[in-house]
């Protein structure tokens, strides 16, 4: 398994339990992938991961950290040693707002700066000079997603002055619209547990400019937008009068992820890609070279754990019966 996050380690799990040795590779120092280093301790305490992990290791799941495949540890001696991989390396590259001022200090993506929270929750020295906080600052999270919730409740733990959470998109309806029937997912407004404890979220806003002195941010320049219909492709049109600015001693991009990194694993293994940037799989999660599977974002795109740890599972099933010889699904009991 390449990658311990959720999708990897659901893999390794069921596939471990089918009676094969497994091994999961990770890049970071430590298992868990998202769960470990994405997701906030207020939201995941790490010690029920722990406990995960040690029953993984004592079924039999070799795990190795600080290794990534490509870089510490060639494709081909990987092929060479195991029968099958799959690659759960999830969605990693960030969208970026390629705005001017977008150079100044202060603004970092959300990943960078919830990492590096998550490693002092476990009790490594991280310096002064590289951690990120919001201690004592206005702080404006781009994106309204999960993630800008995550940073949002770091921000209020690390005792932020002020929050914003900005949106491009306009706000929900309280209830399902008539466009919007059941069974389609609800898109409806949500408030989560860090939304509770405090900020404000702005929607139909969009970024224009960062300004700064000596080089760091301190201003953002926004304004509100409408969304048209041109030729049925929703565009995103100023609208005239409504600019305004926010204070901004500390910017967090959290607008989600445009796919696997390809450099490194990906290109070395030629596997081919979706039309959206994903790795390509058959109906039996195969990649197009043989006996390499795929499984969660890495495949799917951003998206939830559950989803994750589903495709997971059903990854296993492709790697067991790849491993077993048998070309098809058994046929259904009577």
């Given at each position: 398994?390449v990658?311990s996050?959720?999708a990897?380690l659901a893999a390794?799990d069921?596939?471990?339990?089918a009676?094969?040795?497994v091994?999961?590779?990770e890049r970071a120092?430590r298992?868990g992938?998202l769960?470990?280093y994405?997701?906030p301790e207020?939201k995941?305490?790490?010690?029920?991961l722990?406990r995960?992990l040690d029953l993984?290791v004592?079924?039999g799941v070799s795990?190795?950290?600080?290794?990534n495949?490509g870089?510490?540890v060639?494709v081909?001696?990987?092929?060479?040693?195991?029968?099958?991989?799959?690659l759960?390396g999830?969605?990693t590259?960030?969208?970026?707002?390629?705005?001017p001022?977008?150079?100044?200090?202060?603004?970092h993506?959300?990943?960078?700066?919830?990492?590096?929270?998550?490693?002092?929750?476990?009790g490594?020295?991280?310096p002064e000079?590289?951690f990120i906080?919001?201690?004592?600052?206005?702080?404006?999270?781009?994106?309204?997603?999960?993630?800008g919730a995550?940073?949002l409740g770091?921000?209020?733990?690390?005792?932020?002055?002020?929050?914003?959470?900005l949106e491009?998109?306009?706000?929900?309806?309280?209830?399902r619209?008539?466009s919007?029937?059941?069974?389609?997912?609800?898109?409806?407004?949500r408030v989560?547990s860090?939304h509770?404890?405090g900020?404000?979220?702005?929607?139909?806003i969009a970024?224009?400019k960062?300004?700064?002195?000596n080089?760091?941010v301190?201003?953002l320049?926004a304004?509100?937008i409408e969304?048209?219909?041109?030729a049925?492709?929703?565009?995103?049109?100023p609208?005239?009068?409504t600019?305004?600015?926010?204070?901004?001693d500390?910017?967090l991009?959290?607008?989600?992820f445009?796919g696997?990194?390809?450099?490194g694993?990906?290109?070395?293994?030629?596997?081919?890609m979706t039309?959206?940037?994903?790795?390509?799989r058959?109906?039996?999660w195969m990649?197009?070279?043989?006996?390499?599977f795929?499984?969660g974002d890495?495949?799917?795109?951003?998206?939830?754990i559950?989803?994750?740890?589903?495709e997971?599972?059903?990854?296993a099933?492709?790697v067991?019966?790849?491993?077993m010889?048998?070309?098809?699904l058994?046929a259904?009991?009577?």
């Amino acid at each position: 398994m390449v990658g311990s996050g959720p999708a990897g380690l659901a893999a390794a799990d069921q596939v471990n339990r089918a009676g094969h040795w497994v091994t999961v590779f990770e890049r970071a120092d430590r298992i868990g992938g998202l769960l470990r280093y994405a997701i906030p301790e207020f939201k995941l305490e790490k010690k029920f991961l722990d406990r995960r992990l040690d029953l993984m290791v004592s079924e039999g799941v070799s795990f190795r950290t600080c290794c990534n495949i490509g870089v510490d540890v060639t494709v081909d001696d990987l092929r060479s040693e195991f029968h099958a991989l799959v690659l759960a390396g999830g969605s990693t590259r960030p969208r970026d707002l390629p705005v001017p001022g977008r150079e100044l200090d202060g603004i970092h993506f959300a990943m960078e700066y919830l990492t590096l929270q998550n490693q002092r929750c476990e009790g490594d020295h991280v310096p002064e000079s590289r951690f990120i906080t919001a201690h004592d600052k206005h702080v404006i999270i781009i994106g309204g997603g999960d993630t800008g919730a995550d940073c949002l409740g770091t921000a209020h733990r690390q005792g932020a002055r002020t929050v914003h959470q900005l949106e491009l998109l306009s706000r929900p309806p309280d209830s399902r619209a008539e466009s919007n029937p059941w069974p389609q997912w609800p898109n409806i407004f949500r408030v989560s547990s860090a939304h509770e404890e405090g900020g404000e979220r702005l929607y139909s806003i969009a970024t224009q400019k960062f300004t700064g002195e000596n080089g760091r941010v301190t201003t953002l320049n926004a304004n509100q937008i409408e969304i048209v219909n041109n030729a049925g492709r929703m565009e995103f049109k100023p609208i005239a009068g409504t600019e305004f600015e926010l204070k901004a001693d500390l910017v967090l991009l959290a607008m989600g992820f445009l796919g696997p990194e390809r450099n490194g694993m990906l290109d070395t293994l030629g596997v081919k890609m979706t039309d959206r940037g994903n790795v390509w799989r058959d109906e039996k999660w195969m990649t197009s070279v043989p006996g390499v599977f795929t499984a969660g974002d890495m495949q799917r795109g951003q998206s939830l754990i559950v989803w994750a740890m589903a495709e997971g599972r059903s990854a296993a099933r492709g790697v067991d019966l790849y491993l077993m010889g048998k070309s098809s699904l058994p046929a259904p009991l009577p």
